[in-house]
């Protein structure tokens, strides 16, 4: 007896807000928000436990092309050829505008206080790629954070930043932050045609840097600089026939996936041991997939390694499973293209309650940066298919205590689309 056929799989909710399409999503503060950004330059940050705006700001005057986290730390890049770090806690949304760009799109909004801007290169489409400093010898402070150290700005690891070349489209540019330096340069390429930089991603471990960089003529290069030598290219391949769209390393560190303007998504080798050697011929990308649906972008793998996702020009987000690289859903709900996929952190030690204090941390949780506090003693989410949270300490938590851990503790996947909504999904 043929099984019954499933109705199709619908978002758990659709934040709608923007009045442009949304260029990029991520989770923030311990999952506690979610801040997504569109072409307009407007960056929002939602509460996930009540899906609605907690600040509202825009970031830049022309769109935005990429958004990550610092700690307590926001991090825009946008067209206006600007990347901000802005300081964001939870406390300081009390004072910022929460009325939504479709709804208020002309009046002058209150920022969050800017610590960092640097011009950058935005001719690329490319967003910049970041990564924690873990070299033994960093810069030393310079001025300006003996200053802001000084003001009881919080303390957080330092970190790399790359982006495409302030002059050459083709080259690499590496800073550091909080000092704000060019640490170094990856000139073009002299003896291939690759064309401009069109998606990064960057990882320091204690004695090297190493840094994937996807290309406009389909070219996907791994790059690797150890502390006392100048980069070397010790992985090259050419598994697509158009522009990367995307690109993301695994959290095992033992792989990075790039997807295209075509319709392959490639797994290509990643090492942190100096296993790969510095070789001038081209290799072979661990393995290939011809997924017969052009244009995916946005690609994400979830921090417990074991799915990553897309956003389709089709309008649909696909999940792929990261071991097989089968795709497992395909998630369709939006009628214009998708252009950027997020997935909440599933293997947290502490969830947030700063909310619930008045933006007064309270973890013990050094790792957190202060983005986060333990709810009602340890919690634990674990990574795996049968999703279970596991409380100690006093269970006598409010009903609004509990709505945040629900929110909190949940396999959320958010996706952005050109229709400036936001779907949420929750799987696995």
């Known amino acids: 007896m043929a099984s019954e056929r499933l109705?199709?799989?619908?978002?758990?909710?659709?934040?709608?807000?923007?009045?442009?399409q949304i260029h990029a999503v991520c989770f923030y503060s311990a999952n506690a928000r979610l801040l997504t950004a569109d072409a307009d330059g407007w960056v929002v940050s939602w509460s996930l436990a009540y899906k609605r705006p907690e600040a509202v700001w825009r970031a830049h005057g022309n769109a935005v092309l990429g958004l990550a986290t610092w700690g307590d730390r926001i991090i825009t890049h946008g067209r206006d050829n600007k990347l901000v770090i802005w300081q964001l806690t939870l406390a300081d949304e009390i004072s910022l505008d929460k009325s939504l760009p479709v709804n208020d799109p002309q009046s002058t909004r209150a920022q969050p206080w800017i610590l960092h801007m640097l011009d950058v290169n935005a001719l690329n489409f490319c967003a910049f790629a970041i990564c924690t400093d873990m070299r033994e010898n960093v810069p030393k402070p310079t001025a300006r954070e003996i200053v802001l150290k000084k003001e009881k700005i919080t303390e957080h690891d330092p970190i790399l930043i790359a982006l495409p070349h302030t002059l050459d489209s083709?080259?690499?540019?590496?800073?550091?932050?909080?000092?704000?330096?060019?640490?170094?340069?990856?000139?073009?390429?002299?003896?291939?045609?690759?064309?401009?930089?069109?998606a990064l991603a960057i990882h320091s471990t204690s004695t090297s840097i190493l840094i994937a960089a996807?290309?406009?003529?389909?070219?996907?290069?791994?790059?690797?600089?150890?502390?006392?030598?100048s980069w070397?290219?010790?992985?090259s391949s050419q598994p697509h026939s158009q522009p990367v769209l995307s690109?993301?390393?695994?959290?095992?560190?033992?792989?990075?996936?790039?997807?295209?303007?075509?319709?392959?998504?490639?797994?290509?080798?990643f090492s942190t041991n100096h296993s790969l050697h510095p070789s001038s011929e081209m290799n072979k990308p661990l393995k290939t997939i011809q997924t017969k649906h052009s244009g995916q972008q946005g690609l994400h793998i979830r921090s417990d390694g074991k799915v990553f996702s897309t956003a389709g020009w089709d309008s649909k987000v696909r999940v792929y499973s990261a071991k097989t690289m089968r795709e497992t859903a395909v998630l369709k709900w939006h009628r214009d293209g998708c252009f950027a996929t997020a997935f909440a952190e599933i293997?947290?030690?502490?969830?947030?309650?700063?909310?619930?204090?008045?933006?007064?941390?309270?973890?013990s949780d050094s790792s957190n940066n202060g983005t986060?506090?333990?709810?009602?003693?340890?919690?634990?989410?674990?990574?795996?298919?049968?999703?279970?949270?596991?409380?100690?300490?006093?269970?006598?938590?409010?009903?609004?205590?509990?709505?945040?851990l629900k929110a909190q503790s949940t396999h959320w996947l958010a996706a952005g689309s050109k229709d400036g909504r936001i779907s949420l999904w929750d799987i696995y």
């Open 7 to 20: 109705p199709p799989a619908q978002p758990t909710y659709v934040l709608r807000g923007h009045a442009s």
């Open 372 to 404: 986060g506090t333990s709810l009602a003693g340890t919690l634990s989410v674990l990574p795996t298919s049968q999703s279970k949270v596991i409380m100690s300490g006093p269970m006598d938590m409010t009903v609004q205590q509990r709505r945040d």
């Open 214 to 229: 996807g290309y406009e003529s389909g070219h996907t290069f791994l790059y690797h600089r150890p502390t006392t030598s």
């Open 247 to 269: 690109l993301s390393i695994s959290p095992q560190l033992n792989y990075f996936l790039t997807s295209s303007a075509d319709a392959v998504i490639a797994k290509h080798p």
């Open 232 to 235: 070397q290219k010790i992985y």
């Open 347 to 363: 293997s947290l030690k502490g969830i947030s309650t700063e909310e619930n204090n008045g933006g007064k941390s309270q973890s």
């Open 170 to 198: 083709d080259g690499i540019d590496i800073f550091h932050f909080p000092s704000e330096t060019r640490l170094s340069t990856i000139p073009p390429e002299k003896t291939i045609k690759t064309g401009m930089v069109m």
